[in-house]
């Protein structure tokens, strides 16, 4: 495949790349998520993610975000885009149980909790009124969003949306076995709980199921201004089913081709399903010079930290395929 599945065009003249940061409890749950080296740590991924991009290095904890077998975090991608396009990337807290340790916008939300004690996301109305707010800020300094997200334990609460919205979708992971039989347990609760309910509004969906970043993220694409690129894998799918349910807009979605790859997965068929455009971009990992990296080939990790998007933007912003590789390659091996 080549580097951008398509050619896009986009007319532009100030990008922006901004990230919603959120917390699940579902990541604390042995199996579900390989966002960080222990179940335990997944918790902090979001908040190292957003320090190495800021930072280009994470001081505030003794151990880095990657798989538990050391598979570089895709924010090391990020990192590497935002600073070779002179890009500051903001980030947005949609609720994480511990304080960022970089400057970011704050909706004042709280993690989600797991969705087969009680509802995720009790006061998800109010985070897509606020994400409608954070949406109306960017637009006076954006004309194009790049909107990414990091919730480890969040294609679960993917899975949760999309069913719950009718989709039938399989989600993808950040192991390269992906615990479905995990995650398909989780999902009948919530489809359990939202059938006895009789819900069908798509807020009352992520109350019940969802995360954080979600009805933030939904609430920021309907409000901006300019244009968005959704930048994600199965997760922004469930932000676009959110958004096509409430009769909003959808964005266009920009994802890897790891994540299009993946056989547990079905993210082409549900992009098809909701309607929403999507790209693809396949950076060539096999062949990068990084033993970790061409771990995303085989299916570790494949996207993260809007990693796919971030590239994208980069190619839209006229860098060249070389270019993005190299800077990858050495923030890699500078992260090490
Ligand atoms: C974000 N940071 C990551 C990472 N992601 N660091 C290491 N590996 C990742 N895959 P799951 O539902 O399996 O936890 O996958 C979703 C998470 O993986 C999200 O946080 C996403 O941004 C990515």
Known sequence: MAFLSDNPSFDFKRPLFAAVLGNTALSMVPGISGAGSTPARTVFTPILDAELITKGAIHSMGYKPNTPTNCPTPAVITRSMTTLCGIDPVFINAGMYNRPTVPCLDVYGEPGADPRETDAVPKARALFAAGEGVGRHLSRCADLLVLAECVPGGTTTALCVLRALGYDARVSSSFVNNP??????????????????????????????????????????????????????????????????????????????????????????????????????????????????????????????????????????GRSEEEIRSAILSTVLSFR
């Open 180 to 317: 479905v039989a995990l995650k398909e347990e989780v999902c009948r609760a919530v489809q359990g709980r939202v059938d006895d309910a009789g819900i069908t509004d798509p807020l009352d969906v992520v109350r019940i199921g969802g995360d954080p970043m979600m009805p933030v993220a939904a609430g920021i694409v309907s409000a901006f201004s300019g244009e968005v690129v959704l930048a994600g894998g199965t997760q922004m799918l469930a932000v676009d089913a959110i958004l096509k349910g409430l009769g909003k807009e959808m964005a266009p979605l920009v994802t890897t081709a790891y994540v299009r790859a993946d056989p547990s997965a079905n993210f082409e068929a549900v992009a098809a399903a909701v309607g929403a455009r999507a790209y693809y971009v396949d950076p060539g990992f096999g062949t990068i010079g990084d033993a970790g990296l061409a771990r995303y080939c085989e299916g570790e990790v494949k996207e993260g930290m809007g990693a796919g998007g971030a590239m994208f933007l980069a190619r839209l912003m």
